[in-house]
């Protein structure tokens, strides 16, 4: 979903990406990858590939944790021996979700779930192999295209009259096509480091799907739901805000507010 915004935002301006898929190239696989990598020669690497299924990962830790470590280690060790950049995705379920406060980016990495240990370790990877790198903790990510929550929401209201959704649990819902925008500022930046990049402003999941049926113009109740009453295999934290102040003050941009950012969606949903 987010490689394909970030490469149909670069081909609009202008460039000519070079894009690899599971079929195209095993990332996990060191040998294969760095043949690819050294016949390419790539300045920069921008790394979309993740195990993202969060329950799964709680029935395959060992394969998640494969995925996501080994394939930012092996792109981060490529970099840091060619002085290429890697930008790298990391999410906010590094965070044990407590609290209200948003979280900054130097505060502890606890991670509730097998993913969100996944993605520290990948995290870990890219910082110790590659010097000039971005990582890009993004959290609740949708688009107009591909399997996501406002698909499903989308989904579930032709189907049913009436829709749960868990109710306590909070964050930035963030749109691709924004995150692929802010990627194409960073790729002549210079101030490398971990950032946190979300669309501004916090909702829940329930109001978020509220504001998705509404735009739906479809007559279907949303009720909400505890965490409790939502049994998951995959413990989700709480409190998923992230501070945006770090990007802010480093860069003097910042992402639109994720209700413009849903409304800009539904409408390419219905173009």
């Not at 696989?29 to 709680?58: G, H, M, S, W």
């Not at 494969?66 to 965070?95: P, Q, R, W």
């Not at 969100?116 to 870990?124: T, V």
């Not at 909400?224 to 998923?240: D, F, G, H, Q, W």
Request: hydrophobic share 35%; glycine share 4%.
């Amino acid at each position: 979903m987010l490689g394909q915004d970030i490469s149909e935002l670069l081909t609009k301006k202008g460039y000519s990406p070079v894009t690899w898929d599971i079929e195209d190239l095993d990332l996990t696989d060191k040998e294969e990858t760095d043949r690819k990598l050294f016949e390419l020669r790539p300045d920069i690497i921008i790394n979309c590939c993740a195990y993202t299924a969060v329950d799964k990962a709680q029935e395959e830790p060992e394969k998640c944790t494969f995925i996501n470590e080994t394939t930012a280690k092996n792109l981060a060790e490529y970099c840091g021996a060619n002085n290429a950049m890697l930008i790298h995705f990391s999410t906010d379920y590094v965070f044990p979700g407590l609290g209200q406060e948003p979280y900054k980016e130097d505060d502890e990495v606890k991670p509730l779930n097998i993913y969100g240990r996944s993605k520290a370790l990948s995290e870990d990877a890219v910082r110790k192999n590659a010097e000039r790198h971005f990582i890009l903790r993004i959290s609740w990510l949708y688009s107009d295209h591909g399997k996501n929550f406002v698909d499903t929401m989308l989904k579930l209201s032709r189907d049913r009259n009436m829709i749960s959704v868990v109710s306590d649990q909070t964050g930035s819902p963030t749109y691709g096509r924004d995150v692929a925008e802010m990627v194409m500022f960073l790729l002549d930046k210079k101030e490398y480091g971990t950032y946190h990049l979300t669309n501004e402003g916090y909702t829940t999941w329930y109001e978020l799907a509220k504001e998705i049926i509404r735009y739906s113009g479809r007559a279907v109740e949303v009720r909400p739901l505890t965490s409790e009453e939502y049994k998951t295999l995959a413990v989700r934290p709480k409190n998923s805000r992230l501070s945006k102040e770090k990007f802010k003050r480093t860069f003097g941009i910042e992402m639109p507010a994720w209700q413009d950012a849903l409304e800009r969606c539904m409408k390419a949903l219905t173009c």
